[in-house]
């Protein structure tokens, strides 16, 4: 943006400030932040939940410009969650329906960590270990080359559907060779023209609960002036190759008891767009969705070759704690807790729609891939694909262990 629109947005939010009935994109937001995180910036709190930490706040130009450049400097993205789609002004504000879905969910965390027996490893079967053994680090990195020679992925492009569309004609011309009862679908959504692709994998048994794995198919070039290409190789063609290849192993597989369905979101970049859209949608309808993988980010290995980062916000303990179990018997893995600090990918849209959900991120937070967003997030000689592989196999190991099991969230 050029310096002069810069000053006449700047001079236009003070008088809006006064009176927050319109909130709209370049004047005052409303958002939703990490509590701790406002308060050491000394950005006024208009509500929080101390339970959860969670806190909402209007902020001018001025305190999001000093919210991104402390994002940046912790290493946080974009260091909070904009939700002026979602609230047209703020007499409108339903504080406690805002609050409810945090609340809920470290309630059922908390119950977690105070029940008495929890998995440490995993039973060590013979089929999982020779299905991680087919996870291809030239799969990935051919596919991770695929998605991001597009000029962009972006959701407000001139063309956001042409990658969706031939990302959907390749995984049907894949899936011809499975005999899995299966379905592809493109879903349409009211927020952005981008479409999300669903592919299930019906279940035998219990086709009525579902494990989800997923990831945002869209990019985007966030640089100042930087223009619209957005490769997005990291961000995320990564974890969009890993539910590739993961498929490309389950679809071979015996039929699983539960039924799991990928999904390569739309408009993530522009607010979680699709998967907003989609986990409301699911919650409506009552869906037994019993796990939800995020995948976003898998190919800098940034805390070092084979650390995992898990995110502990927006994701259930019994998950993070399955993460573990299943690292203990098949991954070998180090395991590095860490926070984003708010609704940083989709695995947030399903947490506020009360599902459980788990995000293995490439590396803590601090040791962040800083090439995202950016016309430099191509595969370069730090792209790490052993890395990488680590995602698929806890994919894989969802669709066979998880999805043929009973167990869910105590
Ligand atoms: N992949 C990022 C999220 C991310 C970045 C996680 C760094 C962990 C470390 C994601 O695509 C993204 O950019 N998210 C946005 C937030 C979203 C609500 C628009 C962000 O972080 O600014
Ligand atoms: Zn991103």
Redesign the pocket.
């Known amino acids: 943006m050029k310096m002069a629109t810069m000053v006449l947005l700047f001079a236009a939010a003070s008088v809006v400030h006064a009176h927050p009935t319109h909130l709209e994109n370049f004047e005052t937001k409303p958002i939703l932040a990490d509590l701790n995180y406002l308060k050491a910036l000394n950005i006024p709190v208009l509500a929080k939940d101390e339970e959860s930490e969670v806190a909402y706040a209007v902020i001018t130009p001025q305190m999001q410009q000093k919210i991104q450049e402390n994002a940046h400097y912790v290493?946080?993205?974009?260091?909070f969650?904009?939700l002026s789609s979602q609230v047209s002004s703020l007499h409108a504000m339903d504080f406690d329906s805002l609050f409810a879905p945090f609340a809920e969910m470290k309630r059922k965390n908390d119950l977690y960590e105070r029940a008495p027996f929890k998995a440490l490893a995993l039973e060590n079967r013979a089929d999982i270990q020779s299905a991680i053994s087919e996870v291809n680090e030239e799969n990935l990195k051919s596919y991770v080359q695929w998605l991001s020679s597009f000029p962009n992925r972006f959701n407000k492009g001139q063309t956001p559907n042409v990658h969706v569309e031939q990302m959907q004609q390749r995984l049907e011309l894949m899936l011809g060779n499975s005999n899995l009862p299966h379905e592809v679908t493109l879903i349409s959504h009211r927020s952005t023209p981008q479409k999300s692709i669903r592919v299930r994998l019906l279940g035998s048994e219990k086709p009525n609960e579902i494990v989800v794995l997923g990831g945002?198919l869209d990019s985007?070039n966030q640089s100042w002036g930087g223009g619209t290409q957005a490769p997005g190789a990291d961000?995320?063609a990564s974890g969009s190759a890993n539910l590739i290849e993961a498929l490309r192993i389950l679809m071979d597989k015996p039929q699983p008891r539960r039924t799991i369905e990928f999904f390569w979101y739309a408009g993530?970049?522009?607010?979680?767009l699709g998967s907003a859209e989609i986990a409301a949608s699911y919650k409506s309808e009552k869906k037994d969705v019993v796990a939800v993988l995020q995948l976003?980010?898998t190919l800098f290995p940034g805390s070092g070759e084979f650390v995992i980062g898990s995110?502990t916000d927006f994701t259930s303990a019994w998950l993070r704690d399955y993460l573990r179990a299943l690292n203990e018997t098949y991954i070998h893995a180090t395991i590095s807790e860490d926070k984003?600090g708010?609704?940083?990918?989709d695995h947030?849209s399903w947490y506020k729609n009360g599902y459980p959900t788990l995000m293995p991120?490439e590396a803590t937070?601090r040791k962040?891939?800083n090439n995202?967003?950016t016309v430099r997030d191509v595969i370069s000689p730090t792209s790490n694909f052993a890395h990488s592989a680590m995602y698929s196999k806890i994919a894989v190991i969802f669709g066979m262990d998880l999805a043929n099991s009973d167990a869910r969230q105590p």
């Open positions: 290493g946080k993205c974009g260091g969650e904009d945002h985007i961000d995320n993530e970049e522009s607010g979680l976003d980010m995110m984003c708010y609704g940083c990918s947030a991120f937070m962040m891939n995202i967003h």
